[in-house]
């Protein structure tokens, strides 16, 4: 594997470097999984890959897949090991959607029936409503943007 990009001021590269601690669960060659050190439910975890990317977007194609293996192998086990019912698995990707620490990471936040949390239709407080029209629109600009 070629060298990672690597931020000496990211408090995430500094775990993947154990120049600081976590509480590991996961060690995959481009990935590592560790708990949230403020979590929002036990289990709460976090999977980071092992280079410093910002965000999704800048996410090499082999790095991206071996975060989202190891997503999906890791949220059965922490369902099964915390008794949850669900989880709600995803990134908060940028500061305007809340990302807070810049160096990638998925959360699997697990769920249980009467924890009084919502969907992730509730990050957006005020849904737009747009028309059938502005629909078509979005969706051929965005479809444009994927080609160019
Ligand atoms: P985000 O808002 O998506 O950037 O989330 C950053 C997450 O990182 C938060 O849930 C924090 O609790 C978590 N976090 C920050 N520092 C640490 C750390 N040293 N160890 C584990 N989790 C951390
Ligand atoms: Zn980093």
Do not use: K, W
């Amino acid at each position: 594997m070629s060298e990672q990009p690597h931020d000496e001021d990211c408090i995430f590269c500094r775990i993947v470097d154990e120049e600081i601690p976590a509480r590991t669960i996961h060690e995959g060659p481009e990935t590592l999984a560790i708990l949230d050190a403020n979590p929002l439910a036990p289990g709460h975890t976090l999977v980071i890959p092992r280079g410093h990317y910002e965000t999704i977007q800048g996410v090499p194609d082999g790095a991206r897949a071996a975060v989202f293996d190891a997503l999906g192998r890791l949220v059965g086990p922490i369902e099964r090991a915390t008794g949850a019912d669900g989880s709600t698995v995803g990134f908060n990707n940028g500061a305007a959607a809340g990302q807070e620490v810049p160096h990638v990471h998925g959360h699997i936040i697990p769920r249980f029936d009467d924890d009084g949390g919502g969907p992730i239709h509730d990050v957006i407080a005020s849904p737009v409503s747009l028309t059938e029209t502005e629909l078509d629109d979005i969706a051929a600009r965005i479809v444009d943007a994927v080609d160019a």
